[in-house]
């Protein structure tokens, strides 16, 4: 809400004309904006005093939202993502925590903004809203793991020949040997060709 301070007006000869000041205000404090108070009086004999005014600034100083974010948190192998949600319309959106800060605009209230990656890292995705008058909101954050790095196997050496029983395992990821699931540390001992392919969770594959 908006109180005005009013003002004051004195006649050498009339004195005190304070009561007779007609005030014109415009303010409007729920819309923002720039109002003009006017200040104006006159004496008994109709002598008008000149014109006084007043601005006031209605200023906006709720913070949007915090932003949807509608990307789930994952692991991948890329330089960047694309990050979605929603936030105030209009507002501008700081993404942080990636390999380079992301801006945008929430154009109608939606959000799509390719983020780069810290490479071989959980990149810890920070995603506040900026209205026009410079309030921020709070932080949605989304935990994304970039992992560029392949399984590694041990115990076996690719292309290798072996006459006894051997137990191939890796440190990450599933395993499919001859295109059958196959869990690491598991013996093989029948004669026979095999291929093991081990791929994580980010798609990369040894």
Do not use: H, K
């Not at 005030?23 to 004999?45: E, L, M």
């Amino acid at each position: 809400t908006y109180t005005d301070a009013g003002a004051t007006a004195t006649d050498s000869f009339a004195g005190n004309l304070t009561a007779n000041i007609i005030i014109i205000n415009s303010v409007n404090a729920n819309v923002v904006g720039t109002y003009t108070v006017r200040y104006n009086v006159s004496d008994p004999s109709l002598n008008a005093a000149t014109e006084v005014t007043r601005t006031v600034s209605v200023v906006d100083t709720t913070p949007p939202a915090t932003p949807v974010v509608t990307t789930p948190a994952q692991t991948l192998n890329a330089n960047s993502l694309t990050i979605t949600g929603t936030a105030e319309a209009e507002s501008t959106i700081t993404i942080t925590g990636g390999a380079s800060t992301a801006t945008g605009v929430a154009t109608g209230g939606n959000f799509s903004m390719p983020v780069p990656l810290t490479q071989d890292a959980v990149n810890t995705l920070s995603v506040t809203a900026r209205d026009a008058s410079g309030n921020t909101s709070g932080a949605t954050t989304r935990a994304i793991t970039e992992d560029s790095i392949a399984p590694v196997i041990s115990g076996v050496i690719n292309g290798n020949l072996y006459n006894v029983t051997v137990n191939p395992t890796f440190n990450e990821g599933a395993g499919v040997l001859n295109g059958n699931p196959f869990t690491s540390g598991s013996a093989v001992g029948t004669d026979g060709t095999y291929t093991l392919l081990v791929t994580d969770a980010a798609g990369n594959s040894t």
